[in-house]
């Protein structure tokens, strides 16, 4: 076995990191909904075009009306699942189409039929389970759901902001949560909703309450003002913050308290929309610049606020209802098919042999016919952030794997720098090791992952890293199957740093012998500031 290269199974990855696809637009350039004159990708409108959504108000609104929940959809499942039983075979048939069309939310009802003493319910109830499972794979819901929120802050209309209401319970992740967050405030400016938001207001759930403070305001102003007030001194941070970003242009000064307060949160995301709200209010960045760590950051802000507090930058503008930028630096969704020769987006494609490198369907796959060819795409500082190196503390998040073939002589990795965190598809313990990733020479050497990846599997893979103030980086690497989430492998490392100058570049990597095509999933790149 080539002791430069090996892990992962033919199910394809969960939408967890493929749904964030269809928002990257939004997240790279930082556009909010005040700018949705602007023409939207390419890539965006050939996704939806090729799921039939068409590109209008009424079209989007078609879509988001199949996301709202049946009450009555329980009593439906329990009785398809019965008829997977029926004497009829087309009885049959039809019912594993229709649990197959009806996802996600039949899921746990089929897990239970796997149990049936009926041997005819209990095999469907698996192959609807599997057909459901790698539909959901695909992130197709999940990331026409984004694409769908994201465009309705284009496409605004009247008719949109209940039915998203309607929706907000059903978007669990960060990334769905702020998308469908923007696209409610971007359709609340129509003077029709006020009596609504009203009401969803005294209903008083947080995530509920936390949305329609905001709109609240966008829909009537300095008439709101009196009814949201009481909020700033709400005992949840979420409804403190939210009320600030409403309120900014109307009580900076109260807000400006709440927002140097919550600098104290325990809870990442809250510090770090505070801090944005903070540089909104006063054109000030500390903390946005990677140069502190976040302690010292809250500081600057503090000793600031003693002398400055009246020096504000008003009115604030819409950038307040950006909430992709508190986290984001960077994110890839690899939603465009296409052949990668030098460039695919903003990320550089380098190999040190012909090889060949291509995105299809969410999925980018390097592939090498050669010999020990290295293949590498990957996003540099300068070009991102316009600076030489990434900040102190971020966090990246992938998905990766590989085909299974030739298994043991080549590896997928993520690259930090010059140092490369590696596995081997499809071989039986996985093969992770640590190494240069120009030199190739070792950090650690091979060691089993504890976990038993076949082939055409992507892993979920989450990097932590941060660097100490003596210049050291610590790196904190996980991968987790996605089919058992109890299955992962964690490896801490510290690197000097004479040995890690500078982090200047992250790259998706394969290395090693000809054999199959290393298989990637989005790549994310997020704000991580250390509350130290």
């Known amino acids: 076995m080539n002791a430069r290269s090996f892990m992962p199974r033919k199910e394809w990855f969960r939408p967890a ?47 988001v009306r199949t996301l709202i929940p049946d009450d009555g959809i329980d009593d439906r499942i329990k009785s398809l699942i019965d008829r997977l039983g029926d004497s009829q075979y087309f009885v049959r048939e039809a019912a594993t189409q229709e649990l197959t069309d009806l996802g996600e939310p039949a899921l746990p009802w089929l897990r ?29 819901r999940d990331a026409l759901s984004l694409a769908v929120m994201h465009q309705l802050k284009r496409f605004r209309s009247p008719e949109a902001l209940p039915l998203l209401l309607k929706v907000l319970p059903q978007m669990k992740s960060h990334m769905q949560r702020d998308t469908i967050h923007e696209a409610i405030w971007a359709n609340a400016s129509f003077k029709v909703h006020e009596e609504l938001l009203v009401d969803e207001i005294k209903k008083n759930d947080a995530r509920t309450l936390a949305v329609s403070l905001v ?107 950006d909430l992709m930028r508190a986290l984001l630096l960077f994110h890839e969704p690899f939603a465009l098919n296409q052949k990668i020769d030098k460039t695919y987006g903003r990320m550089r494609y380098e190999t040190s042999l012909p090889a060949v490198a291509r995105v299809q369907d969410g999925i980018l796959y390097l592939e090498s ?30 998905k990766m794997g590989g085909e299974n073939k030739s298994a043991g002589v080549w ?21 992770f090791r640590v190494e240069r990733r120009v030199s190739h020479d070792y950090i650690t050497r091979n060691e089993d992952m504890g ?40 490896k801490q490392i510290k690197v000097d740093r004479k040995s890690i100058p500078r982090i200047d570049r992250i790259g998706l990597e394969r290395s090693g012998n000809s054999g199959g ?7 994310q790149i997020e704000f991580d500031p250390s509350p130290k």
Not at 452 to 479: C, H, I, M, Q
Not at 517 to 523: E, T
Request: proline share 4%.
């Open 215 to 321: 709109a609240l305001e966008i829909s009537t102003g300095e008439k709101s003002v009196e009814l949201l007030g009481q909020y700033l001194a709400d005992f949840r941070e979420e409804i403190r913050l939210a009320t600030a970003r409403a309120l900014l242009n109307h009580r900076p000064q109260q807000c400006l308290t709440v927002l140097l307060a919550l600098l104290d949160s325990k809870d990442f995301e809250t510090r770090m929309h505070a801090v944005w709200l903070l540089s909104d209010l006063t054109g000030h960045r500390f903390g946005l610049d990677g140069r502190d760590n976040f302690q010292a950051a809250t500081t600057r802000w503090k000793t600031w606020a003693k002398t400055k507090t009246s020096d504000l930058e008003l009115p604030v503008g819409t950038s307040r209802l």
């Open 411 to 431: 590896h997928v990795g993520l690259s930090v720098g010059d140092i490369k965190f590696l596995f081997h598809p499809g071989y039986n313990s996985g093969g």
């Open 112 to 140: 239970e039929a796997f149990k049936s003493h009926d041997l005819e319910i209990s095999v469907r109830a698996k192959i609807v389970a599997e057909r459901i499972g790698l539909r959901l794979d695909t992130g197709v």
């Open 17 to 63: 990191v493929v749904c964030l696809a269809l928002v990257t637009w939004h997240a790279q350039n930082h556009v909010t909904f005040a700018q949705s004159d602007q023409p939207e990708s390419a890539w965006q409108v050939e996704y939806l075009k090729r799921h039939g959504v068409e590109l209008s108000a009424e079209g989007l609104l078609k879509y």
């Open 517 to 523: 095509a290393g298989m990637y999933g989005p790549l």
């Open 451 to 490: 976990l038993n990846p076949g082939g055409n599997a992507l892993f979920d893979v989450t990097l932590r890293v941060k660097r100490d103030k003596k210049g050291d980086v610590e790196f904190d690497y996980l991968a987790v199957d996605p089919r058992n989430p109890n299955q992962k492998f964690q």
């Open 369 to 398: 016919p050669a010999r020990e060819a290295d293949q590498s795409l990957f996003v540099e500082s300068k070009t991102l952030l316009g600076e030489g190196q990434f900040p102190r503390s971020f966090v990246i998040k992938t």
